[in-house]
């Protein structure tokens, strides 16, 4: 079966700007997570969305958002990017139940110049 | 506060030796315990997990971790290391308000990046 799919692979965004990035989660899977990872940081939990509604949701500034579709593809939305925000974003799906297993996908790589 | 601690930040090891990976972590309860494997560009990869039961958990690719409570471990161990197991090696824990273990909420140690010597 096909796996987790982000888009873009890659972005360059200038600072001020925003930016979406796409998931699109394996078949039948109901829950969608974003992390963020960064050299300094390591990887970080942004939000859990599960049929539509956010579950859980980590420790980000407002600037992070999200959403999920009726068809499980979820988006991540950042606005006024800052240098900072450069990293790598991965997106998990899971079936969202007690013992699931989250796949993750290969990520987007973002850089903010 | 949870939080997930990977002592070693770089483990070189010669192929064809064995291999642990240290983990500790912090955590109220019970927790629900992961161990992921990601290769340069790649995403994340599932090495094994623990929920409850038999403390020796068995994974893919060889690996085997056990959780100790007394010690808050679980280190993650392979017999003999390949080539091909040279990458970095993460550690995770269930987030608390995480609903009932899906793994939708994950707090992850720092990593371990595994380098293997011919």
């Known amino acids: 079966k096909a796996g987790v799919t982000q888009t873009p692979r890659y972005l360059i965004k200038t600072r001020g700007q925003q930016v979406t990035l796409s998931c699109s989660p394996i078949?039948?899977?109901?829950?969608v997570s974003w992390y963020q990872q960064t050299p300094g940081q390591g990887l970080q939990f942004l939000f859990e969305?599960?049929?539509?509604?956010?579950?859980n949701k980590g420790n980000f500034p407002g600037r992070f958002s999200g959403r999920q579709f009726s068809n499980s593809r979820s988006e991540m939305n950042v606005s006024t990017l800052e240098l900072g925000d450069s990293a790598l974003y991965l997106c998990?799906?899971?079936?969202?139940?007690?013992?699931?297993?989250?796949?993750f996908g290969q990520g987007t790589r973002l850089t903010v110049v | 506060a949870q939080s997930v601690t990977q002592p070693d930040i770089h483990i070189t090891v010669s192929e064809g030796a064995s291999l642990e990976l240290r983990c500790n972590y912090s955590?109220?309860?019970?927790?629900?315990l992961f161990w992921y494997v990601q290769s340069p560009g790649q995403g994340l990869q599932l090495l094994l997990k623990?929920?409850?039961?038999?403390?020796l958990v068995q994974g893919i690719k060889g690996f085997e971790a056990e959780f100790k409570r007394s010690q808050s471990s679980f280190n993650l161990r392979k017999p003999s290391v390949h080539w091909s197991d040279a990458a970095e090696y993460f550690c995770?824990?269930?987030?608390?308000?995480?609903?009932?273990?899906?793994?939708?909420?994950?707090?992850f140690g720092k990593g371990t990046k595994l380098s293997v010597k011919p």
């Open positions: 998990a799906s899971s079936l969202g139940l007690q013992g699931s297993e989250a796949f």
């Open positions: 078949s039948g899977h109901r829950s």
């Open positions: 969305y599960f049929s539509e509604t956010q579950r």
């Open positions: 955590y109220g309860a019970t927790p629900y």
């Open positions: 623990y929920f409850s039961g038999d403390t």
């Open positions: 995770a824990v269930g987030a608390v308000q995480n609903y009932g273990g899906s793994q939708g909420n994950l707090i």
